[in-house]
């Protein structure tokens, strides 16, 4: 079964509770990126500068919301085409920025589990679901095998 309308709903309705307070969703997934895997404060400018994660800091900002808006971006495409694509010059530059970073494969999966964590807290426990759990990880993983294929081809 491809991705249902169900899904692509859980995934806007969701993103948007984490619009409601990027700064602190921002700082807890980056936080919680930390937490599974410290190693990966050393691929991130922002990041090496200080010893503690920077409050408020625009790249921080942007790299956490690029997550998460792409990642619902993915969720509708999924339910429209059944595919996730990238805008050619978006995917070249995700592609380079990464490999340039050292960013691998496995970082993806922590970054998956980041995401689901901030999500669980901004959603709370009540509202929380396996669906929307399904629903998000679904979206991310697909987004997350096209900027892998484009790490892996060009660069
Ligand atoms: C940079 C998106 C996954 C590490 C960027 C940039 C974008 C982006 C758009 C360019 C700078 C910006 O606009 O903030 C994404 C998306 C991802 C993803 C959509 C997953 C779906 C990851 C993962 C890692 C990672 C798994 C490693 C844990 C980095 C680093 C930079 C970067 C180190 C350079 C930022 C800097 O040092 O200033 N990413 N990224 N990204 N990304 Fe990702």
Redesign the pocket.
């Known amino acids: 079964m491809g991705f249902t309308e169900k899904q692509e709903g859980l995934v806007k309705e969701s993103w948007e509770v984490l619009k409601q307070d990027i700064p602190h969703f921002s700082l807890r997934f980056f936080s919680l990126?930390l937490e599974i895997?410290p190693g990966?404060k050393n691929?991130?400018?922002?990041l090496r500068e200080s010893e503690e994660i920077p409050q408020n800091n625009p790249?921080l900002k942007?790299?956490a919301v690029?997550?998460f808006k792409?990642?619902c971006e993915s969720a509708i495409q999924l339910r429209e085409k059944g595919e996730v694509v990238v805008a050619d010059t978006t995917l070249k530059?995700?592609g380079t920025?990464?490999v340039k970073?050292g960013?691998k494969g496995p970082?993806?999966e922590?970054?998956k589990e980041a995401l689901l964590r901030t999500l669980e807290e901004a959603i709370g426990e009540e509202k929380w679901s396996e669906e929307m759990k399904n629903a998000w990880g679904e979206a991310?993983d697909q987004?997350?095998e096209v900027?892998k294929a484009e790490m892996k081809n060009n660069h």
């Open positions: 990126i895997a990966a691929m991130f400018s922002f790249k942007a790299h690029k997550v792409m990642t530059y995700l920025v990464h970073s960013v970082h993806f922590v970054v991310y987004l997350a900027i």
